[in-house]
């Protein structure tokens, strides 16, 4: 990695020097930034600073002088792995919460992209020597349905289509507080959006924009300044304490569907990030926020078919479940 600068925004004022670092170099790990900020490769207006905590006031230029970096490469790893679908073109893969998708930012192995090189004999290029056949991602604590290409032209043609939104996704998620199956019974809800029939069912349509939060860099926040962000909402059941429901994206932002969820006042359960309590009285602490990509449909790169995968509820999702009466 080469020298980096960077100038410090009005949303970096009153920001950790790290956590800014970090949002502009998400390829770093926190740890290796802070060992270049106490070593004084990173200068702030011209002058070295050695504290990770050091504040920006915004307007400043921030360059950083990285240290040579140990070359990252993925390597095979024998990890288990949940396949839904494969042919020679693609795999669908369900993956379990927890697992990262590629190394970087402090994980190295484990990865699905280990356990893809293990299983698969080919993967595309597209995407680089570190993230071999991935085509989109899920956060770390997400679950569920995730294409994977085998060959840089299927790649490229299933990229298109999330380019151009064909790409269907549909997720369930665990919420805090009551849903309506009726949106007009629900006005906090509608507040936020707007009432949707579309198959017999109501749903309602979240269109908030999304941008980097002001005051913490790791988080994402709407803001009638951000890029526009899109996602419908419906009730599948619950009951007065929580809801499990179905969203559908029709945009593809940073943690859009836990920013939309929470601003409407229904974060997902274990989500401490986007307002969620910390766990649930009289059950064990939870290891994982409850968003799951339940199903993926798009159009076969080669036979031009429209595939629709799905992936289960996973075991610790449906336990959950059935413990808050749901």
Not at 47 to 71: M, N, Y
Not at 227 to 253: F, M, P, Q, W
Request: some cysteine; glycine content about 8%; hydrophobic content about 40%.
């Amino acid at each position: 990695m080469g020298f980096v600068r960077f100038e410090a925004d009005e949303a970096d004022a009153g920001a950790r020097l790290d956590r800014a670092a970090a949002a502009r170099l998400p390829e770093v790990s926190r740890a290796r930034l802070q060992s270049w900020i106490r070593g004084g490769r990173v200068r702030v207006a011209g002058e070295v600073r050695r504290r990770g905590a050091f504040k920006l006031r915004g307007g400043e230029t921030v360059e950083i002088d990285p240290a040579p970096l140990k070359p990252l490469k993925a390597e095979a790893e024998a990890v288990d792995l949940a396949i839904v679908y494969e042919d020679e073109d693609l795999a669908v893969i369900d993956k379990p919460a927890g697992m990262v998708v590629h190394a970087g930012a402090g994980a190295a192995s484990g990865t699905l992209v280990n356990a893809l090189l293990h299983h698969f004999e080919s993967l595309s290029s597209v995407s680089g020597e570190l993230r071999p056949g991935i085509v989109h991602r899920l956060d770390r604590l997400t679950s569920g349905v995730l294409l994977v290409a085998k060959h840089d032209r299927a790649h490229r043609l299933l990229q298109k289509q999330f380019e151009s939104r064909k790409i269907r996704k549909t997720y369930w998620a665990l919420v805090q507080g009551a849903v309506a199956e009726n949106p007009h019974d629900a006005p906090q809800i509608l507040r936020h959006g707007r009432p949707l029939m579309a198959g017999g069912r109501w749903w309602v349509r979240f269109e908030m924009p999304i941008r980097r939060d002001k005051r913490n860099r790791v988080k994402m926040a709407v803001s009638a300044n951000g890029k526009e962000a899109a996602s419908d909402l419906r009730l599948l059941r619950g009951n007065a304490a929580y809801s499990l429901v179905e969203v559908r994206i029709h945009t593809g932002r940073t943690h859009q569907i836990r920013v939309h969820l929470s601003a409407a006042g229904r974060p997902v359960v274990g989500d401490c990030l986007y307002g969620a309590r910390k766990g649930i009285a009289g059950l064990p602490a939870l290891d994982r926020f409850y968003l799951h990509a339940r199903q993926i449909v798009f159009q076969h790169p080669s036979s031009g078919e429209t595939m629709a995968c799905e992936a289960p509820l996973p075991r610790e999702f449906e336990n959950l479940l059935e413990s808050l009466g749901l």
